[in-house]
């Protein structure tokens, strides 16, 4: 018998969706549930025949045990290998190049510095930006938001200039 695994965190609705709606098209020869880590051996399978991860990007470990997966026969959705390449900003870009709508967004950096950087570490950055084409751009309303990562952490609905405003400060204490 072949199994489907779903791989999640806190969300409940989808994968228990997901698993009773597979389970009742599928024959006697495929099962979905919920996939079950015990230990990861290193180029060991998992008794899957397919992962859909819905999690990895936030749990490393699980990241890794779906890259050793995939490379001993199991088909990853969501590959965890395309991760570390992958962001919001890219896929909205891939999507306009494809032909599918996606609301406009510009890429702005972040307010804080990342580890290991200082302010020479941006002498290609032009200072200000040019916020008034950028809000031109993305029109309101707008949400801002990490280019990557997900599960709607750090995601705020900017109604208007003043709202971009109250959001930077609210970081800006923060750090």
């Not at 997901?18 to 919920?34: L, Q, Y």
């Not at 909205?92 to 510095?113: C, D, R």
């Not at 941006?122 to 751009?137: H, V």
């Amino acid at each position: 018998m072949k199994k489907i695994g779903i791989l999640f965190g806190k969300e409940r609705s989808f994968p228990e969706a997901f698993v009773k709606r597979v389970n009742e098209i599928a024959g006697n020869d495929i099962k979905a549930e919920f996939v079950t880590i015990d230990k990861i051996f290193q180029a060991k399978p998992l008794d899957y025949a397919v992962i859909i991860d819905r999690i990895s990007q936030d749990v490393p470990f699980y990241r890794s045990a779906l890259k050793n997966a995939a490379i001993t026969g199991t088909a990853v959705i969501n590959n965890p290998f395309w991760w570390s390449a992958d962001e919001k900003f890219f896929n909205n870009a891939l999507a306009v190049k494809v032909g599918v709508p996606v609301p406009k967004t510009a890429l702005i950096p972040s307010y804080e510095q990342p580890d290991d950087t200082s302010d020479e570490s941006f002498s290609n950055l032009a200072f200000p930006l040019d916020w008034e084409a950028i809000f031109e751009y993305t029109g309101f309303p707008a949400y801002m938001k990490p280019f990557d990562g997900g599960g709607w952490k750090e995601v705020y609905k900017l109604h208007d200039v003043e709202d971009f405003l109250i959001n930077i400060a609210r970081q800006k204490r923060r750090s």
